[in-house]
């Protein structure tokens, strides 16, 4: 049968322990940021660990409204409701007290923590999902956590910042596009983009990196690519007289919202904007499009490339009723599967 945890007023707030006192003092194991002991009714939970900017984990930290976005455990991989994460979400149904401690200083496995205070899962929204970096590469889903604090609890943990939707247009300049290995939550400024005045919205920009753990190099060659050809066709569909933005698309129960490529007003065309035209990358921009396509008022699909195809990938597109446009290097055009 499981203890009771050790009295709460002898735990006071802002107090300092290593990992080896709290489980000395809590029980749970000693790896892991989500630590429910078998000794005692409790699920320690420690933050801190990675850095603000990490991108396999969204950053842990309070919202404007009070509550403590946690994410899961699981460093590889989407992460899954087992185990530890198991634990949290059925903490308050198993008579378990949530503890959240803050790393402050210290090396990994020598950190000292500061007692933040006793934490529940929100009763409406205990969690919900969110992409992020893999370390191997691409990207995965997490679990992150909606936490509310029972009674005071001490100061520490960051602040988010709080989430409004962009302006519905805003201007890029070409100089903002080259900025596009910006690190995440950088906004993008919005300035005019001389005569041709790409109208996007604002949008937060992910650094796009190498594995982490490994020395990050921004693949700039792969942004300024995907965005010089974007400028390039948006340009052209601008001299035909066409209004072109972005669309933010926010998805109910996902926190970060979702920027388009390229969405054609005029037309209602939503395209998805490749720098290769390898199959790979066409199998991403059909699953992009078919996805974004939920939440529009049904746009017609279309991919942009920076070269024609393979036939049996045009004819993939076309079955699927999505237009293949790539660039006619001679004229300075486009051309598409349509003509």
Not at 49 to 76: A, K, Y
Not at 234 to 246: D, I, K, T
Request: glycine share 8%; aromatic share 6%; hydrophobic share 35%.
């Amino acid at each position: 049968m499981m203890a009771h945890p050790t009295p709460e007023e002898t735990l006071q707030l802002g107090m300092e322990m290593t990992r080896a006192q709290i489980i000395d003092r809590f029980g749970g194991r000693p790896q892991g940021a989500i630590s429910p002991s078998r000794t005692t009714a409790t699920v320690v939970v420690l933050t801190g660990h990675r850095p603000l900017n990490d991108p396999t984990h969204p950053v842990d930290g309070f919202t404007p409204d009070g509550i403590l976005h946690l994410t899961g455990e699981g460093s590889r991989g989407d992460q899954e409701m087992k185990q530890a994460n198991k634990a949290l979400l059925n903490a308050k149904a198993e008579g378990r007290v949530v503890l959240v401690f803050h790393a402050i200083s210290g090396t990994r496995s020598r950190k000292t923590y500061r007692y933040i205070g006793q934490f529940e899962l929100d009763a409406e929204q205990p969690y919900y999902l969110t992409d992020a970096a893999d370390p191997n590469g691409g990207t995965r889903r997490v679990i992150v956590f909606r936490l509310k604090p029972v009674g005071e609890h001490a100061d520490g943990i960051p602040q988010l910042p709080e989430i409004t939707p962009p302006p519905s247009t805003t201007l890029l300049t070409p100089a903002r596009t080259e900025r596009m290995t910006a690190y995440l939550a950088e906004p993008i400024d919005s300035e005019p983009l001389g005569d041709i005045g790409i109208y996007v919205d604002s949008a937060r920009i992910h650094r796009l990196a190498e594995p982490y753990g490994e020395r990050v190099r921004p693949r700039t060659t792969i942004v300024r690519r995907e965005a010089s050809l974007t400028a390039a066709f948006a340009a052209h569909l601008q001299r035909l007289g066409h209004q072109v933005v972005r669309r933010q698309i926010n998805v109910p129960g996902v926190r970060n919202p979702f920027i388009t490529d390229l969405m054609d007003d005029t037309t209602n065309t939503l395209y998805e904007v490749k720098n290769s035209a390898s199959r790979g990358e066409i199998r991403t921009a059909i699953g992009q499009l078919l996805d974004f396509q939920r939440f529009l008022d049904a746009p017609a699909l279309g991919v942009v490339l920076p070269s024609e195809p393979y036939p049996d990938l045009i004819d993939l597109c076309t079955g699927l009723s999505i237009e293949v446009i790539w660039p006619v290097p001679d004229t300075g055009g486009f051309t598409s599967s349509k003509h």
